[in-house]
Nanobody, 125 residues
Framework: QVQLVESGGGLVQVGGSLRLSCEVSGRTFSSYAVGWFRQAAGKEREFVAAISRISDIADYADSVTGRFTISRDNAENTVYLQMNSLKPDATAVYSC??????????????????WGQGTQVTVSS
């Protein structure tokens, strides 16, 4: 069983930065592509960013391109989401998700098998 635990959320002012972490349990972390999603109050969950198994391929939602960066450290079983120039519309619960795959250079926007509980990000104006 794979478990994901997010951390790093909090309250930040407009224009500020946060770095979210997603720690994934298990010895086969490098077998999983990982994605970040967010869900604001009253809205559907939306894709934010994704990274391939061996971290050389990344994908971003248009709304965060150029401001957010996803990365992973397979030795530490952790995926990060660096968020810069935050705007109020980034306020949401951010969750990471993992999808097992044999493909090393593919990113996914859906079809994830395992999800974390989420961490709250609040951007104040």
């Amino acid at each position: 069983q794979v478990q994901l635990v997010e951390s790093g959320g909090g309250l930040v002012q407009v224009g500020g930065s946060l770095r979210l972490s997603c720690e994934v349990s298990g010895r086969t972390f490098s077998s999983y592509a990982v994605g970040w999603f967010r869900q604001a109050a009253g809205k559907e969950r939306e894709f934010v960013a994704a990274i391939s198994r061996i971290s050389d391929i990344a994908d971003y939602a248009d709304s965060v391109t150029g401001r957010f960066t996803i990365s992973r450290d397979n030795a530490e079983n952790t995926v990060y989401l660096q968020m810069n120039s935050l705007k109020p519309d980034a306020t949401a619960v951010y969750s990471c998700a993992a999808r097992r795959t044999t493909l090393t250079k593919i990113v996914f926007r859906d079809g994830y098998d395992y999800w974390g509980q989420g961490t709250q990000v609040t951007v104040s104006s």
